[in-house]
């Protein structure tokens, strides 16, 4: 090889040099883009909480608490403002608060840092952000079970919840993420999500509705705001409730969720290749709803994919490396940005230790993905079906393998942007 000076020069390397990867064609999958336009999302979620009977139950110079999370919620910084600015106009006292449970490295430092990150800080606001670790006990379920709150939280005079409704990555149930999992873990910091998670996620579909009824019978919540977006992480939906209608609302908006979500429209794939993962992105790092590849043993994914290779991590997941154990190959860069104080707590929490667990890796991107093909099993090496997507949450522009191009070419949910040709890997072996 002429580059092969300039490469990674080991075992690895040699025995993945008798790999030829097929070419790759470039092509666009048909979603659904209705959402809401970005400079509309502010009157969009005003108009909603006007409708929607909390501004009654904001009592002049009472403070109001309004949780705000870790993930990567489209339009998080405006819409939080856009609450506040409600919750003022109404007389109330608004101050935000991190509501992550263990994430941000289990300490409120940490997540005040992400949601720096998302722009949500004091001088955007005009508000307080007051993060804290420390949790009330604010009642027990009828199994005894204990209920955690952020002290900060209990302490106002009104919580406002608000959180995005999605399909869940490690259990299946009537409310998956959304307000009630805002409520019982995100609101519990890192003291309550561990007490939620101590048996898994097996139950937690159950739970959620048990531990979020003690919350709203014992706290000061007066009511929450839903978001829901499309497949390109853009918001296409916000729905204000009071705290009485959280139980009926929020599983018809999870419903509403899971008909927008992305989705890779191929099936028995050989290799996957994933350009970055984060907590950014999902909570394990790239979707299990999207890769079929959970890190629990109780859902069965229905989409078959023998080996996934990732890449590299996104800026915004901190090191948090969550979810590269359900990868089968990934890179020494990916490795080396590794934060284990970033990604740990939120593991321990969750009590799922196979998710940050690091594959076999190598020096290059090239190396990584012809090791992640030359492993397959009973395939049709001479026509390999691959596919790469830079990430779970960007799933219009994907690349596909020559071996599925007719199957491309008879999906009317798909169209061919590029014909087939290489990966375009440049001098050290990388695509970028």
């Given at each position: 090889?002429?580059?092969?000076s300039?490469?990674e ?7 993945a040099?008798?790999?030829n ?8 999958q048909?979603?659904d883009h209705?959402h809401?336009?970005?400079?509309e999302v ?7 909480l006007?409708a ?5 139950r ?10 705000c ?5 489209a339009?998080?910084a ?6 506040v600015?409600f919750?003022r106009?109404c007389?109330?006292?608004p101050?935000?608060?991190?509501a992550?449970?263990?994430h941000g ?11 720096t990150g998302?722009?949500?800080?004091e001088?955007?606001l005009g508000?307080?952000?007051k993060?804290g670790?420390e949790?009330d006990q ?11 709150m952020d002290?900060?939280a ?8 608000c959180?995005r409704?999605?399909a ?10 959304g307000i009630?999992?805002m409520?019982v873990i995100g609101?519990?910091k890192q003291?309550?999500a561990?007490?939620?998670?101590r048996?898994?996620?097996?139950e937690?579909?159950?739970?959620l509705?048990?531990i979020?009824?003690v919350?709203?019978?014992n706290?000061n919540v007066?009511?929450?705001?839903a ?5 390109f992480?853009q918001t ?9 209608e ?9 419903e509403y969720?899971?008909?927008r979500?992305?989705r890779i429209y191929f ?8 350009d ?7 909570g394990?790092g790239m979707d299990p ?6 890190a ?12 996934i290779?990732?890449l590299d991590?996104?800026e ?5 490396c ?8 990934t890179?020494r860069?990916?490795v080396d ?8 707590p939120?593991?321990?929490t969750?009590?799922v230790l ?8 190598t020096?290059t991107d090239e190396?990584c993905i ?6 397959c ?5 001479e026509h390999?079906?691959?596919v ?7 799933l219009?522009?994907i690349?596909?393998?020559e071996a599925?191009a007719e199957?491309?070419k008879?999906?009317?949910q798909i169209?061919i942007?590029?014909?087939a ?8 072996g990388?695509l970028w």
């Open positions: 090889m002429a580059l092969e300039k490469r020069n080991n075992v690895v390397a040699r025995l040099q008798t790999v990867l097929p070419k790759m064609l470039k092509v666009k048909l979603l209705s809401i336009p970005a400079k502010a009157s969009a979620v005003h108009e909603e006007s929607s009977g909390i501004r009654k904001i009592a002049p110079g009472k403070t109001v608490a309004i949780t999370g870790s993930r990567g919620v339009n998080i405006v819409i939080t403002k856009a609450i600015d919750v106009e007389g109330g006292e101050f935000v608060f991190p992550m449970g263990s490295g289990a300490s409120a430092e940490g997540q005040k840092q992400i949601l998302y722009g949500v800080t001088e955007f508000c307080p952000i993060a670790m949790v604010i009642g027990t379920t009828k199994d005894g079970m204990p209920v955690f002290r900060y209990h302490q106002a005079d009104a919580v406002i919840l959180g409704v999605k869940h990555t490690a259990f299946r149930g009537p409310y998956e993420s009630l999992k409520a609101m519990g003291h309550g561990e007490t939620v998670h048996d898994g996620f097996y937690l579909g159950k739970m509705p048990v979020g009824k919350i709203l019978d706290a007066i009511g929450a705001l978001l829901v977006e499309n497949a992480d296409c939906r916000v729905e204000a409730m009071t705290a009485e959280i139980f009926e609302r929020e599983p018809k908006l999870l969720a899971k008909e979500m992305g099936d028995n794939i050989d290799v996957l290749v994933v970055r993962i984060g907590k950014d992105i999902s394990d709803n999207i890769t079929g590849r959970f629990v043993p109780y859902i069965d994914g229905k989409k078959k994919i023998q080996h290779a990732v991590l996104t915004d997941t901190h090191g948090n969550n979810g590269l154990g359900l990868a089968d190959v890179t860069r990916l940005k590794i934060d284990v104080d970033c990604t740990f939120n593991v321990v969750s009590t196979c998710t940050p667990k690091i594959p076999l890796f020096h190396t012809q090791i992640a093909l030359r492993t099993n009973y395939i049709d090496r390999p079906r691959m790469r997507i830079q990430d779970t949450m960007n219009e522009e690349y596909i393998s599925m199957e491309a008879k999906n009317p169209e942007l590029e014909e040709k290489g990966w375009g890997f440049n001098e050290e990388n």
